[in-house]
């Protein structure tokens, strides 16, 4: 994780070329409002102050200015809805690492204990091909005691990074809260998430954890959202099948498929897997080799 202080040593050192092409910028932003609005016309965005001394994103800034100060009073547990702007091609990956040191340092900061730690998926966005890679860091987290997922993959906005549904989510990390936190008994509180996979022949079978009182497609009919490749990689839209507390996908194009995965993509619209108590199944790819990076 030290490329991140890495990147805000260069962002410093940047900081006084870019505050004079700033200043530039902003002179010509003036002239071209005015020119504007004596025109009638439609202001142009006024250009962003570059980052630097005291900007928000700087490494740990946050932290020491807003979390610190409250770690010497007792916390019954967090919520954490965040990982936006990690999802990308060179911190989507490694913010499974960090995420869960982050979630650590926490819990060592206010020595109590591995207090619940509950935090939301990110939900369907056109955004690009590194948010299920996001996604997928996230859930890694759960290997970790005392933490829950609320899995939000059907009530987002493709067009709106901040959708408007947060009822939901709430009630969602709720049931968490609730199980974990509260320790209610015989209570659904998390969507299917992917245990493990068995080959049989030219299918796939996936075994869920959370299958509630069953499995079953959104609004009924055919399930959808799951793709197989074999050996070369190469996916391919999957026939895919409720079958007891399992689903079983195919392609006829596949004789030995390999591996699989569901929900794979920045804003997946037709992936309709639940559990009978309405809760989605989290996006999860099985089955490749993924690199260490």
Same mark, same amino acid.
């Given at each position: 994780?030290?490329?991140?202080?890495?990147?805000?040593?260069?962002?410093?050192?940047?900081?006084?070329?870019?505050?004079?092409?700033?200043?530039?910028?902003?002179?010509?932003?003036?002239?071209?409002?005015?020119?504007?609005?004596?025109?009638?016309?439609?202001?142009?965005?006024?250009?962003?102050?570059?980052?630097?001394?005291?900007?928000?994103?700087?490494?740990?800034?946050?932290?020491?200015?807003?979390?610190?100060?409250?770690?010497?009073?007792?916390?019954?547990?967090?919520?954490?809805?965040?990982?936006?702007?990690?999802?990308?091609?060179?911190?989507?990956?490694?913010?499974?690492?960090?995420?869960? &040191?982050?979630?650590?340092?926490?819990?060592?900061?206010?020595?109590?204990?591995?207090?619940?730690?509950?935090?939301?998926? &990110?939900?369907?966005?056109?955004?690009?091909?590194?948010?299920?890679?996001?996604?997928?860091?996230?859930?890694?987290?759960?290997?970790?005691?005392?933490?829950?997922?609320?899995?939000?993959?059907?009530?987002?906005?493709?067009?709106?990074?901040?959708?408007?549904?947060?009822?939901?989510?709430?009630?969602? &990390?709720?049931?968490?809260?609730?199980?974990?936190?509260?320790?209610?008994?015989?209570?659904?509180?998390?969507?299917?998430?992917?245990?493990?996979?068995?080959?049989?022949?030219?299918?796939?079978?996936?075994?869920?954890?959370?299958?509630?009182?069953?499995?079953?497609?959104?609004?009924?009919?055919?399930?959808?959202?799951?793709?197989?490749?074999?050996?070369?990689?190469?996916?391919?839209?999957?026939?895919?099948?409720?079958?007891?507390?399992?689903?079983?996908?195919?392609?006829?194009?596949?004789?030995?498929?390999?591996?699989?995965?569901?929900?794979?993509?920045?804003?997946?619209?037709?992936?309709?897997?639940?559990?009978?108590?309405?809760?989605?199944?989290?996006?999860?790819?099985?089955?490749?080799?993924?690199?260490?990076?």
């Amino acid at each position: 994780l030290r490329f991140y202080l890495d990147d805000w040593r260069k962002t410093l050192e940047n900081y006084p070329a870019a505050t004079e092409k700033y200043s530039r910028a902003m002179e010509e932003w003036k002239t071209k409002a005015a020119e504007a609005k004596r025109a009638g016309a439609a202001v142009p965005a006024q250009p962003r102050p570059p980052a630097g001394p005291g900007h928000q994103n700087t490494p740990a800034g946050l932290f020491n200015a807003m979390i610190a100060p409250l770690t010497p009073y007792a916390i019954r547990g967090a919520i954490w809805y965040q990982g936006e702007a990690n999802a990308n091609e060179r911190q989507a990956f490694s913010y499974r690492r960090l995420f869960r &040191l982050m979630i650590e340092d926490w819990r060592q900061a206010w020595g109590q204990g591995p207090f619940p730690f509950l935090f939301v998926q &990110l939900a369907n966005f056109k955004s690009n091909e590194y948010w299920p890679v996001l996604r997928e860091s996230q859930t890694d987290a759960l290997n970790l005691v005392n933490t829950g997922m609320a899995v939000i993959i059907d009530i987002g906005d493709p067009d709106n990074i901040h959708p408007a549904n947060k009822q939901e989510v709430g009630r969602r &990390l709720a049931l968490w809260a609730r199980a974990i936190t509260y320790g209610e008994k015989d209570l659904v509180y998390s969507g299917l998430l992917y245990r493990q996979m068995s080959a049989e022949g030219g299918r796939l079978r996936l075994w869920f954890d959370h299958t509630g009182s069953g499995l079953a497609a959104r609004g009924g009919g055919a399930l959808k959202g799951f793709e197989i490749a074999g050996a070369d990689g190469r996916y391919v839209p999957a026939v895919a099948a409720i079958d007891g507390a399992a689903v079983v996908v195919s392609n006829s194009a596949i004789s030995r498929p390999v591996s699989v995965r569901y929900a794979w993509s920045d804003n997946p619209e037709e992936a309709n897997l639940i559990n009978r108590e309405g809760l989605p199944a989290s996006p999860f790819r099985a089955g490749e080799k993924v690199p260490l990076r």
